[in-house]
């Protein structure tokens, strides 16, 4: 029978089979909750011999590195290295303001953080400290949070993965080959929430809505800066806040706050006018974000959105709704 517990046990004797009684694993984690599953389990097999990786780019949502970092880890108590890679993503982002370019930026830095940290991990055994006798140890797997439909849709293969390496990081061997472990392989997004319960994780990860790898950078139309990222956490908070406190998260596939760092408009605010910069809402409904509707919030909730991102987010002095459908607009303004 299908109880989260039975299919659980059975994934993590699975693991087991295929790491052996000496294999060592690396996880990248991303935040959400595909990786923080497939992480779990896999810690749940092997315990230590698994390593986590989680890059923070700078580009998150407000708590999330603290969900990872303290939360996943005193859930499951897996080992985890966090690289804090903030100052180079933003460097490179830079008086970038086309979509495109962030997303190759992004997705280029990214795969530099994660090869740098693998490279420790490697160099360092896996077990880090200097009690490490043996010296370097090889890590022949790399976790992957696949589910049913990723492997559907692409066809079926599983395998192997290589992580090249650049020029420009240190340490890292030529060209890493991994196994890949990949225990969510058959399971429907539904499943993997309720396995992830079942383990004890966190429900600010099992319940996540879906959020872009690029993060809040392809939600600030204009250049990505530290300060304009600062304002978009505090007005995604309190839209997060108050759709949860309404009990709307269920209706609501998820809901991109945006700002439009290069638009201004004038306002009146406090002592006078104002020339600040319009939030976006874009909240939607979907199955499966191919296509999508935009979510008939009741009024009384937009209103309290409105009126504390307007007091409480500076430098923001209007909020609109995205009433698009997908198509034509996309989910994402980038
Ligand atoms: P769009 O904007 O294409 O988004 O309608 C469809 C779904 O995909 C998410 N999304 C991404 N997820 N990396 C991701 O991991 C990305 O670069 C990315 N871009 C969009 C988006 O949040 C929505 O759920």
Redesign the pocket.
């Given at each position: 029978t299908w109880t989260a517990a039975n299919i659980a046990e059975s994934l993590i004797a699975d693991i087991r089979a295929q790491v052996g009684e000496d294999g060592l694993a690396i996880c990248g984690l991303s935040g959400g909750v595909d990786s923080a599953v497939a992480g779990a389990l896999v810690q749940r097999a092997i315990g230590d011999r698994l390593t986590c990786v989680f890059v923070d780019h700078g580009l998150l949502r407000a708590g999330e590195r603290e969900q990872v970092q303290t939360d996943f880890v005193a859930a499951t108590g897996a080992r985890l290295v966090t690289v804090d890679a903030e100052d180079i993503f933003l460097g490179h982002l830079a008086g970038v303001s086309d979509p495109e370019e962030k997303?190759k930026i992004i997705g280029r830095e990214f795969i530099r953080s994660f090869e740098g940290a693998v490279g420790e991990v490697v160099a360092g055994g896996a077990q880090g400290g200097s009690d490490q006798s043996a010296g370097a140890q090889q890590v022949d797997f790399l976790v992957q949070g696949t589910l049913y439909p990723d492997v559907v849709e692409s066809g079926g293969g599983s395998g192997t993965a290589n992580i090249k390496s650049h020029h420009n990081v240190g340490g890292l061997p030529e060209d890493l080959e991994f196994k890949l472990v990949e225990p969510l392989r058959l399971l429907f997004k539904d499943e993997v929430r309720a396995v992830g319960r079942e383990l004890g994780l966190p429900e600010e990860i099992v319940s996540r809505q879906?959020?872009?790898?690029?993060g809040l950078a392809?939600r600030i139309v204009g250049e990505v800066t530290k300060d304009r990222l600062e304002l978009l956490r505090k007005a995604d908070l309190i839209a997060r806040e108050e759709l949860t406190s309404a009990g709307l998260d269920g209706q609501i596939?998820?809901c991109?706050v945006v700002l439009l760092a290069d638009v201004r408009s004038v306002g009146v605010q406090g002592d006078g006018r104002t020339y600040g910069h319009p939030i976006v809402l874009r909240p939607v409904s979907?199955e499966d974000?191919?296509t999508?509707d935009w979510t008939r919030l009741p009024y009384e909730v937009l209103e309290i959105i409105s009126t504390r991102i307007t007091n409480e987010v500076p430098d923001v002095n209007r909020v609109v709704l995205d009433v698009t459908s997908?198509p034509p607009g996309?989910?994402?303004w980038e």
């Open positions: 997303r879906p959020f872009p790898g690029p392809i596939w998820q991109p979907s974000a191919m999508a997908k996309t989910i994402e």
